[in-house]
């Protein structure tokens, strides 16, 4: 039995390396991260891809308060993220869309 449970326990994730310390999360890859996961797909990594009628977002005017009320609600084709994303993550991934901005 406790066979069993060490196999299911160690394929199932059990086993807790540490990561290395040049992976370790920071704030800005974590946005990125989260960028990447979320707005990516559509708008691209650097913002120009504009897949599905996706805006570019390096071409964008909005202030951050216009770029937050549409992470927050979605707009057309774009999902709504507000109950998928705090209010913090929502207002770092303004922040980065706008750094996008050439």
Do not use: W
Request: aromatic share 4%.
């Amino acid at each position: 039995m406790f066979g069993i449970l060490l196999a299911v326990f160690s394929a199932c994730g059990g086993n807790t390396l540490k990561q290395p310390e040049n992976d370790a999360q920071t704030p800005e890859n974590t946005i990125a991260l989260l960028y990447e996961t979320k707005c990516g797909i559509c708008h691209g990594k650097d913002g120009n891809m504009g897949a599905g009628g996706a805006r570019k977002l390096s071409e964008s005017t909005l202030d951050k308060s216009a770029v937050q009320l549409q992470i927050s609600n979605g707009k057309g084709a774009m999902p709504a993220f507000e109950s998928q994303l705090s209010p913090e993550e929502i207002s770092a991934l303004a922040d980065y869309v706008i750094a996008l901005r050439k």
